[in-house]
């Protein structure tokens, strides 16, 4: 999301190689940078709103049928909303003949049209799905506002993606995944360099964590390969021929030996060692993925683990054979 920004991340993380970079054999298996912060702006943050950080305007893709969530499309969605809103002023007037049959159903109905019309528009893609009249006079009291130099009310557009993804305290009470039950540190592991760490008592059975997972099929191969030039900026006569190699993700992705699929978690979870039992489904399990949400892993405490232990997970067979 990039206009209904609410947090902003601290670029800049800090270096730590943890382990020597010539000797040691974990040396390039995991990155040396890490903790970098993310600020959440509490003055624009509700409770049970959702977080939305800014990944630059050339990040959104144009998908049909998708909000795309810039300010020009924003400000265009509330010019829209205005012109309407004036529209059925101009007919309510007592001078106007169709007075009358200006209807709650018939506006509700040119409404629908519009927001479902086939021919797709990023301006028309952040328009509020639902009709309500108390918006359109909004978008009008936020015209007349800024013609005057006074300072505007809430965008009614951005109002609207805003709180749109806001549930009640009850709802996650019930649903929700507790996000600090663990904390990074150096792992206790020798050459496997940060590992996850308790941060409190967290009893046999616990949710310990939640990392989303970003799909990544075998049209993505080229994402995670990295193109070298092979020259040596330092010394110019240890240049080598070009070459390539696997990004340093593919150490923190899942996969299936069986599927093209690469499954790579984000959060602080990534810290975590893994071997989900869902990963023994068959493939067309991971092919019905497909048009959802998406998988995501749920991290669960098989013993009782103390306040301050390294949490583990088992890696798999496959992975011991390969080291």
Known sequence: MLDLTNIKSVHGSKFDEVVDRIDSPGAGAFTPYHSARTIVRVDQVLPGQELFASYGEEWIPWIPGVAVTQEANFDAADELMHE????????????????????????????KFMVEFPQSSRKLSVIPKEWSRERMKKATLIETQRYLGQSEVESPSREYWTNKGRVSLDFLRENGKCQDHIRPNVSSVPHAGRGAFATRDL????????????????????????NYDGRDHGNENNAKKPFSRPDLILNYSF??????????????????????????????????????IGLSFDYVALRDIKQGEEVFMDYGDEWLSAA
């Open 84 to 111: 309407f809103e004036e529209w059925i002023e101009e007919h309510e007037n007592p001078d106007c003949p169709t007075r009358g049959e200006l209807t709650e159903e018939l506006l509700q109905a040119m409404w």
């Open 203 to 226: 009893p046999k059975g616990t949710v310990v964590g939640y990392s989303p997972l970003v799909h990544v099929a075998v049209r993505g191969e080229e994402i995670y390969t990295i």
């Open 255 to 292: 996969g299936h030996r069986n599927s093209t699929i690469l499954l790579t978690p984000y959060g602080g979870y990534e810290l975590v060692a893994h071997k989900p039992e869902w990963l023994e489904q068959d493939i067309d399990f991971l092919r019905d993925t497909n048009n959802k």
